[in-house]
């Protein structure tokens, strides 16, 4: 089945045309596929090896600060949202005195409950049996 890149959400494509991800840095020319292959040297293996390292140093700092200014912008929308939505419940909603702390009858004076005292049966509980009758 042929898609649209653009409009798969997992694609690279989708994420840089949505504003999720870097589309314009230098270190993304660094990740560039060389195709004229190199003639092996052990100080440019080294050189390299640190730079790749350097690089993705400030790779994963600049995608820090991308994702921080993206999520600030989210932030202030979810503010307002949340203001928005708690002036409407203060507008729709009237508010009534708190209850008094004290109950009006006094913790001193208790009122006294009759309470049926549970009946002896009859039936009692058999050897791992049920209650009730035997059955053969």
Do not use: C
């Not at 989210?74 to 209850?99: D, F, Y």
């Not at 009759?114 to 049996?129: C, D, N, Q």
């Amino acid at each position: 089945m042929k898609r649209n890149p653009r409009k798969v959400r997992w694609t690279k494509a989708f994420r840089k045309a949505a504003g999720k991800e870097m589309t314009i840095d230098s270190t993304i020319d660094f990740e560039k596929r060389r195709n004229v292959p190199v003639r092996y040297d052990r100080d440019l293996v080294q050189t390299t090896i640190k730079a790749m390292k350097r690089v993705g140093e400030i790779k994963a700092r600049r995608e820090r600060a991308f994702f921080k200014n993206r999520m600030a912008v989210s932030r202030e929308t979810q503010r307002a949202h949340r203001r928005k939505i708690i002036e409407g419940v203060k507008a729709g909603v009237k508010l009534h005195e708190p209850m008094s702390v004290e109950s009006p009858v006094s913790s001193k004076v208790q009122e006294k409950i009759k309470v049926t005292a549970k009946r002896h049966t009859a039936l009692l509980p058999g050897e791992g049996r049920s209650m009730g009758m035997d059955i053969d």
